[in-house]
């Protein structure tokens, strides 16, 4: 193992894990990124393109509502006064995006999902999903040459962050 015991490891005894308390794997809940609001958003692969390919092909789109929308539970819709097909806006501290809502059980109340891959030009005014990402870098994972702490292209690196940041959700 590419560690420096040379075995599987857990525990990283480097001075910056030890200040952040994290020299053994814990659970941190998530930073604000984005702002104090109460929704957070997912994204993910979509089931009707890969990345942005497809994605405005007028065969595939008749497979979905043909247009960029925001899951969210039946619970958060009706607190904000939001029905099923509404033109509604996703926004927090960083930006906004303007889509359809498409309410679902399959939302836990808290959450709202967008698949990415939308296109830009695809959004009524130009601001899609990446408008309100707002990407927190943690500072250990500029630790490097250390054991197996190492940087190499798509390994241990300071990264974007496009989940978990938090939102609200507004008719339009």
């Not at 590419?2 to 020299?23: C, K, S, V």
């Not at 390919?53 to 619970?75: A, K, T």
């Not at 006064?81 to 399959?106: H, K, S, W």
Request: aromatic share 12%; glycine share 10%.
């Amino acid at each position: 193992w590419p560690t420096l015991t040379g075995r599987q490891q857990f525990y990283i005894d480097h001075d910056w894990f030890l200040e952040f308390g994290e020299e053994l794997p814990v659970h941190r809940d998530p930073p604000k990124m984005g702002g104090n609001h109460p929704l957070r958003i997912s994204s993910g692969h979509t089931r009707w393109g890969i990345h942005s390919q497809w994605r405005d092909n007028p065969i595939m789109l008749h497979l979905q509502r043909g247009q960029p929308i925001v899951y969210i539970s039946p619970e958060d819709a009706k607190t904000r006064g939001i029905d099923d097909g509404d033109m509604v806006e996703v926004f927090n501290d960083v930006g906004r995006y303007r889509v359809q809502a498409l309410v679902t059980p399959a939302m836990q109340p808290g959450q709202v999902h967008t698949y990415h891959g939308w296109e830009t030009y695809m959004f009524k005014d130009g601001h899609s999903h990446a408008s309100i990402f707002a990407s927190q870098v943690k500072p250990l994972g500029f630790v490097g040459n250390y054991g197996h702490l190492f940087y190499l292209p798509m390994y241990y690196q300071p990264n974007n962050v496009d989940k978990g940041t938090c939102v609200d959700v507004r008719k339009a």
